[in-house]
């Protein structure tokens, strides 16, 4: 990851600090430039190397973090090296004491088969925070992706029906990824792909015709659509219903007319008969009734008596089945209701998005996989022999490779497309258009087969990126509702957290005074509590929406590190030091136990992000930020900087300062605005 010039910019300024001539392993594996712990590490696995014997190249990889200061900041397991001759033990004791005294260690020591080495406090406030407070620092920064191309697939809400707490999961956890990519070198492509296609277009078409308003829809698509599906869709239930209980009851009655039945066996008929009528009257009344819900113009509307055969061809159902035809036909009236639908949704999606700090660059979805790509990559399942016919239905038998796989529907018998051919084309589209080096799909752990059925078939197909494609699943948000607990848009939940946010502001009238835009901040604040709920745990796992939680300032909550942030932003703003003077500060003033735990923690910063980037998880960001805040707040009663001489009082402001800066580094990365008062 380091270049030459990296490397001689971190040896320069080495020299700098008075050590000459610096033994530093060169390796593309490590970040010397940017990374603290990595500046170490290549003078740790040289310096052992040279003791041991043992090749730097084995040593890196096995120079692992610790669980606590004592145990030192890295640590070395010896059976990692496959040292033979000796046992494990007696070799830390032997290196260990061999090791040289160096500017870079204040101390190794062996403790059983592992050696630990525990860094010189002096040589981090010297290197890190220089780092961090210069101007525009991009500390944490890596070029590990430099010349990659990197996909993500997140959110992907589906048109007219709620954004729910899967589509927000993956929205959250998809625009981390995305902003840790780019952080870390890589050129990200965020895709949308929208669930913008299917019959329920239909259905949605032909209720809006009948049911919808102008007005609504121009002011609030995503609602207006939701409230016209779900109307159309209770008439379409209903209508369905009643059509079954009319062909019960045609079904009984032929049966009465057939001969050689008892007469017991007609009475029985003939009971089942006149239950089956009531029941299809009542379910008739009911379907008529949500009929004219939708449609008030309908011509049955005043209809006291309807006969329930009227509902056996599901009306709604074929004029839906019919609109989405027109549609699939290319029909341009269809297409252009559709196709309205569509761009005012992703312009209401656009609006919480830019609120989120979420942006993407390109919205696609279902509707825009061509039919060519389609039956492209069924042609070619069908040539490499792997697709077989049931029924006029084709198939992959995908167990034969993975028991767990089983088999997957490529094609209806009627030649339509499913969801799963629509993911096949769309993964060849984006390859030909993006040659991505790595695609991610941010997508619930329910879809885990589906995935895996894709990702399977693009191998089967023998295209060799398939390997670069890439599941990020996450478990399920229970109990995510409204505080009214009705059904939960996304932007219902914002609205609340934000109302919510602005009531306990209001609690502390001297510093809501001091506030600018209390309603903003109370929105920043709020979107916070949401994001670092979902963030704080694996993201495998479920978690419940918990609104008393989620809003507390105490604890590990989004609230809580807004409220660190704006602590250190006063902090600054009360010891009016200057950023040179910060620069030049004598960091040999700064001794205490808990600054060079806090100077430990700010050097581990970069670490975190590429330990983020190969286990996927914000989790890693957001704890590492509790744990940071958590050291800083320990600080306050011991590093005082207000009443301090001008030399202690610039050297520890310069450590908070560093501190808010990687906090505030951390808390963009993970999609929230940082608020300097609250």
């Known amino acids: ?314 009306p709604i159902d074929s004029e839906a089945k019919a609109y989405f035809k027109r549609m699939e036909d290319g029909d341009e009236e269809a297409l252009s209701v559709w196709k309205r639908f569509r761009e005012l949704s992703i312009t209401k999606y656009t609006t919480t998005y830019e609120r989120l700090n979420i942006h993407y660059t390109e919205y696609s979805g279902e509707s825009q996989v061509s039919e060519a790509s389609m039956q492209g990559v069924i042609d070619l399942l069908e040539q490499k022999g792997v697709l077989y016919e049931d029924r006029g239905a084709k198939l992959i038998d995908l167990a034969k490779y993975n028991k767990k796989l089983g088999k997957a529907l490529i094609q209806k018998s009627d030649g339509t497309s499913l969801y799963l051919t629509r993911d096949l084309g769309a993964a060849i589209e984006r390859y030909e258009k993006y040659k991505f080096d790595k695609m991610i799909y941010v997508v619930a752990a329910q879809q885990d087969l589906h995935l895996a059925q894709l990702f399977k078939m693009m191998d089967l197909c023998g295209f060799p990126w398939a390997k670069d494609m890439v599941h990020v699943n996450f478990g399920m948000v229970q109990g995510m509702s409204t505080r009214r607990g009705t059904v939960v848009f996304l932007d219902t939940i914002l609205e609340e957290t934000k109302d919510a946010m602005h009531d306990v502001m209001k609690k502390n009238q001297v510093k809501y005074e001091q506030v600018e835009s209390p309603e903003e901040v109370a929105d920043l604040v709020g979107i916070s509590a949401v994001m670092i709920q979902d963030m704080q745990s694996k993201r495998v796992n479920n978690y419940k929406f918990d609104w008393s939680r989620m809003l507390s300032f105490e604890g590990d909550t989004g609230p809580y590190l807004q409220y660190a942030h704006s602590r250190l932003c006063s902090v600054e703003r009360r010891a009016e030091i200057s950023h040179e003077q910060l620069m030049a500060a004598d960091f040999s003033l700064l001794t205490e136990p808990i600054a060079e735990e806090l100077i430990r923690t700010l050097a581990q910063y970069p670490d975190v992000l590429m330990n983020a980037h190969r286990n996927l998880e914000p989790s890693t960001v957001v704890s590492y930020l509790f744990k940071l805040t958590h050291i800083v707040s320990s600080c306050y009663n011991i590093l005082w900087v207000a009443g301090q001489e001008p030399a202690l009082a610039a050297a520890r402001m310069a450590l908070y300062s560093s501190a808010r800066e990687v906090l505030n580094s951390g808390m963009i990365l993970l999609g929230l605005t940082p608020v300097e008062r609250m």
């Open 1 to 314: 990851m380091s270049s030459p010039s990296d490397i001689a910019a971190a040896v320069s300024r080495l020299e700098k600090l008075g050590i000459s001539s610096p033994a530093l392993y060169d390796t593309p594996a490590l970040n010397i430039a940017g990374n603290p712990f990595d500046l170490f590490r290549a003078n740790i696995s040289k310096t052992l190397s040279e003791i041991s014997g043992v090749e730097p190249d084995l040593i890196v990889p096995a120079l692992e973090w610790t669980m606590t200061p004592d145990r030192g900041d890295l640590v070395i397991a010896i059976p990692r090296l496959r040292v033979k001759g000796k046992k494990p033990d007696e070799l830390a004791a032997e290196w260990a004491e061999k090791y040289p005294s160096t500017p870079f260690l204040s101390k190794v020591a062996a403790k059983g088969p592992f050696m630990q080495f525990f860094f010189d406090p002096q040589l981090l406030y010297k290197t890190v925070i220089p780092e961090i407070l210069k101007q525009d620092s991009k500390y944490g920064n890596s070029n590990v992706g430099a010349g990659k191309r990197v996909i993500v697939e997140f959110s992907s809400p589906n048109i007219a029906k709620p954004f729910h707490a899967g589509h927000l999961r993956s929205t959250i956890i998809g625009g981390f990824l995305s902003s840790l990519h780019e952080r870390l070198g890589y050129e990200v492509v965020r895709i949308n792909y929208l669930g913008d296609w299917g019959k329920q277009f239909g259905l949605l078409a032909i209720g809006f015709a009948k049911f919808g308003n102008e007005a609504e829809l121009e002011r609030d698509p995503i609602n207006h659509l939701f409230k016209v599906y779900v109307t159309v869709s209770s008439a379409q239930a209903a209508e369905k219903d009643a059509g079954a209980a009319a062909e019960t009851v045609l079904a009984l009655k032929a049966s009465l007319k057939k001969e050689g039945a008892s007469d017991q066996e007609k009475a029985d008929i003939e009971n089942k008969l006149a239950e089956a009528e009531i029941k299809a009257k009542e379910l008739a009344k009911v379907a008529l009734d949500a009929v004219v819900v939708l449609d008030k113009d309908h011509p049955l509307k005043d209809e006291k008596d309807i006969d329930p055969a009227y509902f056996i061809p599901r």
